[in-house]
């Protein structure tokens, strides 16, 4: 959106574990579970190691709960339900800039079938998979740092 309404401003977008569309239909039919109530069950079941098949002491678990307690549950809620109500496939085959998705390759979250959508959609987007679940760009620091430092390289010598 930011490069469509600023494209002097812009010189390239970096998609990082997303989608143009809810990357899953049952997301959208269970948006009613979007509320506040919810939420707050979620961080409340998040003190469950077996639910999130990590430790207590796993970096990721610990720095998402640091995140959720600064965060409001009706915040993230709101932020949830915007996302299922999302259409951003005519404002990427618009963008005027260079773009690269960065994807996990084992994402459970947001399948791989949405980087194929985001190809159709702009068959010049540059997709880079890196090693990892949902957070992939967060557990792998290092893929994700080359996959932007390539691209950028790339993009200055076509200039």
Known sequence: ??????????????LATTFVRPPRRIYVRMRFTS?????????????IPAWFSRGP?????RDTAEIWKRVAARIVAARIRSLLNVDARELLG???????????????????????????????VSVRRIKGRHFAIYTNPTATTEAITTIMKTKRQDE
């Open 1 to 14: 959106m930011l490069a469509d309404a600023e494209p002097a401003k812009v010189r390239g977008v970096i």
């Open 35 to 47: 509320v506040a109530p919810t939420i707050w069950l979620l961080r409340t079941c998040r003190h």
């Open 94 to 124: 618009r963008c005027p800039a260079p773009v690269l998705c960065i994807a996990g390759s084992n994402d459970g979250v947001v399948p791989w079938r949405n980087v194929e959508e985001i190809v159709r959609v702009r068959p010049s």
């Open 57 to 61: 002491t796993d970096q990721l678990r």
